[in-house]
């Protein structure tokens, strides 16, 4: 049976609508935390490379190289949009 999660009595629209806009004091951590972050971004992204290849093995053909480097790649690309994006 699949669960699908329905708002009820607007608490979820009023969570995205707080995760929007945080306080300052939420904001200036997630920067903060974020540029902290960005030098480890590489590793991170191994790192989730690893475990999502793990999980789901055919995200690459084991017969060819260039396809894992292009899930490696992907990933990185990925994490470091996220933090910079958090970051600046």
Request: aromatic residues 2%; charged residues 20%; proline residues 8%.
């Amino acid at each position: 049976m699949e669960r699908v999660m329905r708002p009820t009595s607007g608490v979820l629209q009023a969570s995205a609508e707080a995760a929007a806009s945080p306080t300052p004091e939420v904001a200036a951590t997630i920067k903060r935390l974020a540029q902290e972050l960005l030098p480890e971004a590489e590793a991170m992204a191994d790192l989730i490379s690893s475990r999502a290849l793990e999980q789901e093995p055919r995200l690459a053909d084991p017969g060819d190289p260039s396809s894992l480097e292009s899930v490696t790649h992907s990933t990185a690309d990925n994490v470091g949009a996220i933090l910079s994006m958090l970051a600046y």
